[in-house]
């Protein structure tokens, strides 16, 4: 199952003020972010993001069971797709999973002696992951908590990063086309650390 753990405690607009009035944006993002905890590939959502590596062929942890959720048309789509570059990502279609595109992001293998080069990496998966969302008219996204498992980036240092990249991108140019952004971990550490962190990106006022 999939439970619903963060949820904006402004869900509707003021009555302060008159209905005709535009929200501030900061008002408005609260409600497009949302976190969950459960396996990402029951998500009806119009995109999932995996945590794939530069093969893109495949592999464990949620790679591997969004390969085997969604059949061998996933494999055989990314095996035309040449790989892909650590902190980027590919779209591709979903097949036999309840969401419309898979994007398969590749995020870092963590480098504590070089942080820095990590932390660019995994904002790029999460900023073009979203770019490739909007450009494939994808409304609803659902992330999972990119390279924390196998590639071992510490969960308490990768939520800032990923928050930081989707409230910037939410903020953008591009961000309006954008109806909801979900944070789907797996694990406690995960669900624990953007418990932590959202709140100080997207207050609750
Ligand atoms: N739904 C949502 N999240 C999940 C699921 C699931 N079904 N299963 C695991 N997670 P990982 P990485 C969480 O290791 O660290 C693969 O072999 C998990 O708890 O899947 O980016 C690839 O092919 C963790 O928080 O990905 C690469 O070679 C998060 O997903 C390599 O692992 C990511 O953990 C990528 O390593």
Redesign the pocket.
Known sequence: SVSLLYKSKKLVPSTSKPAEATPAPSQSLNNRIGLIK?????LAVDAIV??????L??????????HRAAGRNLYLECRKLDGCDTGSAKITNAYELPCKKVIH???P?YNDRDVEKSEEDLAGCYTTSLQLAVENDCKTIAF??????????P?DDAAPVAIQAVKEFLEGEDGEKLEKVIF????A??VDAYNDWLPKFFPAT
């Open positions: 459960g396996d990402i590939t029951l995996n945590a794939a590596n530069n093969s062929l495949g592999g464990g942890g949620v790679d591997g069971a969004i992001a590749v995020g293998i999972s908590a990119l390279s924390t498992g196998v590639y071992g980036y969960s789907c971990t797996f694990t550490k995960d």
